[in-house]
């Protein structure tokens, strides 16, 4: 363990007392497990992003099976735009 200090305001300290006494630790110990609660939280939130997002690729695969011919398309109109954009510069 390494030891690290904080500084905590008189609201945050004492509400940290008054849990470690209810539970019977100490106010190091709660802070170690509401550090270890936020970091798996986050971890919790990455990986329920990556399942949402693996789901909506999976329902949508093959949903554009033209998407090759849609990049031509979208060329054709970069194209277009550009000689537009030449014959207003004129």
Same mark, same amino acid.
């Given at each position: 363990? /390494? ?10 300290? %004492? =509400?940290?007392?008054? =849990?470690? @006494? ?5 106010? %190091? /110990? *709660?802070? /170690? ?7 798996? &939280? +986050?971890? #919790? +939130?990455?990986?329920?992003? #990556?399942? /949402?997002?693996?789901?909506? *690729? &999976?329902?949508?695969?093959?949903? $554009? ?8 398309? *979208?060329? @054709?109109? #970069?194209? @277009? +735009? $550009?000689? =537009?954009? @030449?014959?207003?510069?004129?």
């Amino acid at each position: 363990m /390494r030891r690290t200090q904080i500084y905590l305001d008189d609201d945050q300290a %004492s =509400r940290l007392d008054e =849990r470690a @006494s209810a539970n019977g630790t100490t106010r %190091s /110990r *709660v802070i /170690r497990i509401a550090i270890d609660e936020y970091l798996t &939280q +986050d971890e #919790r +939130d990455t990986a329920a992003w #990556r399942t /949402r997002w693996q789901e909506a *690729v &999976q329902k949508t695969a093959g949903a $554009a099976p033209d998407l090759a011919a849609g990049a031509e398309y *979208v060329e @054709s109109l #970069r194209q @277009s +735009d $550009a000689e =537009r954009l @030449s014959g207003l510069e004129h």
